[in-house]
């Protein structure tokens, strides 16, 4: 089973800061890997596909990067709407998917 | 518009079983794999079963593995999820996704599935 860490746990940012997430995987992944938000009481939201593609409808604010064992979500600078969890997922070893375990990007 | 739509959670006893269902619409759902996925109120996400379009390759989680059968109906445009043998650490919230590749993943709202005497 691939494994995968996120780092940090939790982010404390103001609004207007730049947050960078880490996504480790256990081997790799070549590129199949995606980031989701999720805010309370709602479902999984997809970002980003394939490590660096945004999904349709999300804002430019949000880049991903990476390639093998690990990757980066980026947002540039943080919406009050952003303050959520976010979670990385890979399909490299389709039907067999993981989800890591999570950042919570909190407000500072 | 794609649409996922969960049913039949609720809340059951230790030891007994629950049939969950998800309704698509909006999409050519014979042509695309279908997955569940789990979440724990307040935790994080964990993959519970997937199967192929055509059903001939199915997974599952090893902490499932044995208890939980997952299925499919085309005609029916609907995925399914046995779950015998239920404990209480199977209590969570139930999603039905598409997780598909290319950016093609979508989420029903979930159903709450209650293991408890």
């Known amino acids: 089973e691939i494994v995968l860490t996120q780092s940090p746990a939790t982010l404390s940012l103001s609004p207007g800061e730049r947050a960078t997430l880490s996504c480790r995987a256990s081997?790799?992944?070549?590129?199949?890997l995606g980031w989701y938000q999720q805010k309370p009481g709602q479902s999984p939201r997809l970002l980003i596909y394939?490590?660096?593609n945004r999904a349709t409808g999300i804002p430019a604010r949000f880049s991903g990067s990476g390639s093998g064992t690990d990757f980066t979500l980026t947002i540039s600078s943080l919406e009050p709407e952003d303050f959520a969890v976010y979670y990385c997922?890979?399909?490299?070893?389709?039907?067999?998917?993981?989800f890591g375990g999570g950042t919570k990007v909190e407000i500072k | 518009e794609v649409q996922l739509v969960e049913s039949g959670g609720g809340l059951v006893q230790p030891g007994r079983s629950l049939r969950l269902s998800c309704a698509a619409s909006?999409?050519?759902?014979?042509?695309?794999?279908m997955h569940w996925v789990r979440q724990v109120p307040g935790k994080d996400l964990e993959w519970v079963s997937g199967?192929?379009?055509?059903?001939?390759?199915?997974a599952y989680a090893d902490s499932v593995k044995g208890r939980f059968t997952v299925s499919r109906d085309n005609a029916e445009r609907s995925l399914y999820l046995q779950m015998n043998s239920l404990r209480a650490d199977d209590t969570a919230v139930y999603y039905c996704?598409?997780?598909?590749?290319?950016?093609?993943?979508?989420w029903g709202p979930g159903t709450l599935v209650t293991v408890s005497s």
């Open positions: 199967l192929s379009w055509s059903s001939d390759v199915i």
């Open positions: 996704a598409t997780l598909g590749d290319y950016g093609f993943d979508y």
């Open positions: 909006g999409f050519p759902f014979e042509d695309y794999a």
């Open positions: 997922r890979q399909r490299r070893s389709w039907p067999l998917i993981t």
């Open positions: 394939h490590a660096s």
């Open positions: 081997q790799s992944v070549s590129t199949s």
